[in-house]
């Protein structure tokens, strides 16, 4: 993709694997095998949460590349560089940690049903 | 091969990686085993209400007149044999109706004492000490007056002392206020994990659960024989806890007794609470580490959490530190990322940053059937940025200074726990909840 920032200048952006977010998705599933996937509860449960999980992480990690990508082209590229290093991690923390709640929760509703 | 003095940034990042990697694994072991371990070591509950030795409750008070009243209550209503028991109050030169409010006490149980002391506020350890001098019983427990302990929790704490390496115990800290603030709800989270998976961990896999300063106690054979606690450190409670490992004796901890505090509803009262903390902590660690590191009584595996427990507080400061080392390496282009680093850096900021100490607290609050209160994991994200700066002034004051500040710095404990009906009428606790009493019954 080629966008022109606000210098005059047209910058082409790829999206790097390590940029995309998948290795977190990955490293997340991984982990949750071993992490909500061992708790006690019903498969059918653990498996619905780990699925909404990527797909909320795949949703947030693809509005942040958007968002680096209009950041670029509104205010060039020192203010992209800046916002992709802080960014991802800020938004790989809150989908993260907010759906290690809402699975342990689930299974923790489940159990009291 | 990585070359790693090709970059002035490499061993500043493999090492702060590195260190977070260790706790990484420390806080997944502890929430593994808090799920799936069975403990290895003996669980005393057995001899709870069987094993009866003489004990001696202190509670330091400075100014605690909202409280005091209501902790001396409940120990009038403690299910322990009263001939057995001695409560001694250290009203330390208190300014208020504290001291009063002991001595109406004191003449009505002849198992109540008080101390006065003119010369009081230069702290707890002082004060401790001071009633271990009038104390008589065998095991010396500690309550802060601020706490509201469960009607047979001094059976539930002596029990490990049937074992005679067992040198101190420590019971539960529950917070009562859950409701009041974020902040007290946050607190209420840190306390779940760090006594439901932390401590429940640590005794469990026969490491050093931690005397917490209150809800727990000491042989006084072993008080007497490190001198009680050190006045020279503001974490007394660690320092305490370091030297009774090291003198060879065991620290247990007693999941099961509870004892219900009001914790903290504002972020300043926060932040003075936990810089204490830390700068009490990292006085222990420079004090302690290298006593640990020679001591014959510790296995390689207790040096290595000891370790780690004794630096936690250096841990935010490594946050910090690796942010700001990542940034200036981001902005200025160093190629500081090499294969090796990148998947150490990716793993630890995955796992520190999202997965292992926020899975630790959410497990603690699943396995105590705190549902609603899990949604708030997210929020502790405050407290971690909090703590990132907290303990970087900690560090640079206590390396400027050197200054212990002795004094009494502690929490205005205002009674609000009671007076908004956290505790039903009978006395019991409400699980953080106003007026529901079903749920104060089951802590019972």
């Known amino acids: 993709m080629y966008v022109k920032l606000p210098e005059g200048i047209s910058i082409g952006f790829k999206v790097l694997i390590e940029c995309s977010g998948l290795v977190t998705i990955s490293i997340f599933a991984f982990i949750s095998v071993f992490t909500v996937g061992l708790l006690r509860g019903s498969a059918l449960v653990k498996i619905a949460w780990l699925l909404l999980s990527v797909g909320v992480g795949m949703a947030w990690n693809i509005s942040r590349l958007i968002l680096v990508v209009a950041v670029a082209y509104n205010f060039g590229f020192s203010a992209f560089r800046v916002v992709h290093y802080f960014l991802a991690p800020f938004i790989d923390f809150l989908w993260i940690v907010s759906m290690w709640a809402v699975g342990m929760s689930w299974l923790r509703r489940g159990e009291e049903l | 091969m990585i070359d790693l003095l090709a970059n002035p940034f490499n061993i500043p990042i493999i090492l702060i990686s590195s260190i977070m990697v260790a706790y990484m694994f420390r806080h997944l072991i502890f929430t593994y085993y808090a799920l799936f371990g069975k403990p290895q070591q003996r669980a005393y509950s057995r001899v709870a209400g069987i094993y009866q030795p003489k004990v001696t409750v202190l509670i330091p008070a400075h100014n605690e007149e909202a409280v005091i009243g209501n902790i001396l209550q409940r120990m009038t209503e403690l299910t322990y044999p009263k001939d057995k028991l001695e409560v001694i109050v250290i009203d330390d030169g208190s300014v208020d109706k504290t001291g009063e409010i002991a001595d109406e006490f004191a003449e009505t149980y002849d198992y109540i004492k008080v101390i006065h002391r003119a010369n009081g506020g230069l702290g707890k350890p002082a004060a401790l000490n001071d009633g271990i001098k009038f104390s008589t019983g065998e095991i010396i427990l500690t309550f802060d007056a601020d706490y509201y302990p469960q009607l047979d929790i001094i059976e539930k704490l002596v029990a490990p002392f049937v074992d005679p390496e067992v040198g101190a115990v420590q019971g539960r800290v529950v917070v ?74 065991q620290v247990r901890y007693v999941n099961d007794a509870e004892c219900y505090e009001e914790a903290v509803t504002t972020w300043k009262a926060y932040w003075r609470q ?4 830390a700068k009490g902590h990292m006085q222990c660690a420079f004090k302690h580490l290298k006593s640990v590191f020679k001591s014959r009584h510790l296995s390689p595996y207790e040096k290595i959490e000891l370790t780690l427990l004794l630096c936690i507080y250096f841990m935010p400061i490594l946050v910090l530190a690796g942010w700001i080392v990542g940034v200036l390496a981001y902005l200025y282009e160093l190629k500081v ?68 500040n002795h004094r009494w710095t502690h929490t205005l404990h205002n009674g609000n726990g009671y007076r908004n009906g956290y505790f039903n009428g009978n006395g019991s606790h409400n699980g953080g909840r106003r007026n529901r009493k079903s749920r104060g019954a089951r802590l019972l």
């Open chain 2, 176 to 249: 009562v206020n859950e409701e009041d603030s974020l902040v007290s709800k946050i607190v209420t989270l840190e306390r779940i994990g760090g006594y439901r998976v932390d401590q429940l961990a640590r005794d469990h896999l026969v490491l050093i659960p931690q005397y917490g300063g209150t809800v727990g106690g000491f042989r006084k054979e072993l008080l007497d024989k490190v001198g009680g606690w050190d006045p020279a450190m503001l974490a007394e409670d660690t320092d305490l806890t370091v030297r009774s490992i090291l003198n060879g004796y």
């Open chain 2, 274 to 277: 936990r810089y204490r903390w």
């Open chain 2, 337 to 404: 990322t090499t294969p090796y680093i990148l998947l150490l850096t990716t793993i630890t900021y995955s796992t520190v940053g999202s997965f292992a100490p926020f899975f630790e607290v959410g497990t603690a609050a699943y396995l105590d059937r705190r549902r609603r209160i899990l949604w708030l994991l997210p929020f502790l994200t405050f407290a971690f940025f909090l703590m990132a700066f907290c303990c970087t002034k900690a560090l640079i004051d206590l390396l400027l200074t050197r200054d212990g």
